[in-house]
């Protein structure tokens, strides 16, 4: 149902002992394949039911300056962050 195309596999060596549908496979092999990015995706949920944060992955890069003010708000930015402090500062 999902119009989402599945990136290709990429081949893990065997010697690289990572295999596909596991989140070493998708962080260190930098797979992008369906059952390795649902096991990094199951990973990333059940880390923030147990912790209540947001994993932290070094594959999301982080977002540019300080978001998350209502200046940067203000100077037109309407990312997540800033709507959430243009919201906040609002109440
Ligand atoms: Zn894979
Ligand atoms: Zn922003």
Redesign the pocket.
């Known amino acids: 149902m999902s119009p989402r195309v599945a990136a290709p596999?990429?081949y893990f060596p065997p010697s690289s002992g990572l295999v596909?549908?596991t989140r070493p496979?998708y962080q260190r092999g930098k797979?992008r394949?369906d059952?390795?990015a649902e096991a990094n995706a199951a990973y990333g949920r059940e880390w923030k039911e147990r912790t209540g944060r947001p994993v932290a992955t070094s594959t999301v890069p982080p977002l540019p300056a300080r978001h998350g003010s209502r200046a940067l708000h203000n100077k037109g930015c309407s990312c997540d962050r800033c709507l959430d402090a243009a919201r906040a500062a609002r109440r």
């Open positions: 596999p990429v596909h549908g496979g797979c394949c059952p390795c």
